[in-house]
């Protein structure tokens, strides 16, 4: 299996995360998003929407990180997405919430206008409401995480680390780089913390901790 993915990416982050705890052998074919290779003919070829990751299972081709982690962990039969009927309903109801709702606000209002020229809104007032907006947002997506969806769990839908928490901690730690410490959310520290532990988090995310550092 080829997974064409970028090191800084937080989507492609959160499969590679996973393949590399569950030893799932994936080909890495890396896209150059900084020289634009995503929107060369070739690469578009793979996948029209011009970004990644993608998963390249013997001629099988699925976009969208949501969908490959599912795939990835049924395929290999990982404990991380649960057989049983309710308890993967409850998997999937997380990774819903986060792309539905969280990632919206935090992401596209409150930490990509912070970062790249091409999320810079026409004037300087409707940027700086757009952000003023998206932290509002974020705020009290954050609040729900904390005590909703993790409270005194160790992880987001129980005592057993699940496709989920990768999933979200690849958007959670997104913040880091417009220097969101979490420091009113004890629980959000508390789970990041325990995903930091994983033993692959430093190797998949050195690319992106750099970024962050800097």
């Known amino acids: 299996m080829k997974l064409y993915y970028h090191p800084a990416s937080t989507v492609s982050r959160m499969v590679m995360l ?23 003919r070739a690469y578009k070829a793979v996948n029209p929407n011009a970004l990644v990751p993608v998963l390249d299972d013997d001629g099988f081709v ?21 057989a049983e009927l309710r308890a993967r309903a409850r998997v999937d109801e997380a990774m819903a919430w986060f792309y539905g709702n969280y990632y919206k606000d935090f992401g596209y209002n ?16 409707a940027h700086a409401g757009t952000i003023e907006w998206g932290e509002k947002g974020a705020r009290r997506w954050l609040q729900l995480l904390d005590q909703h ?3 005194d769990k160790p992880y987001l839908c129980g005592d057993r680390i699940s496709i989920a928490d990768y999933f979200g901690s690849a958007l959670v730690s997104l913040g880091e780089l417009v220097g969101c410490g979490f420091d009113d959310f004890p629980d959000i520290r508390r789970w990041l913390g325990n995903m930091k532990q994983l033993k692959s988090w430093p190797q998949v995310n050195e690319v992106f901790e750099y970024i962050a550092a800097g």
């Open 149 to 151: 969806w993790i409270g």
């Open 110 to 125: 409150l930490v990509y206008p912070q970062l790249f020229p091409h999320h810079k809104r026409r004037s300087d007032e």
């Open 62 to 82: 699925l976009t969208e990180s949501a969908a490959i982690l599912r795939y990835l962990a049924a395929k290999t039969g990982s404990a991380a997405y649960p």
């Open 18 to 40: 996973f393949a590399a705890q569950e030893a799932v052998a994936l080909d890495y074919v890396l896209v150059d998003l900084m020289s634009g290779a995503q929107h060369q």
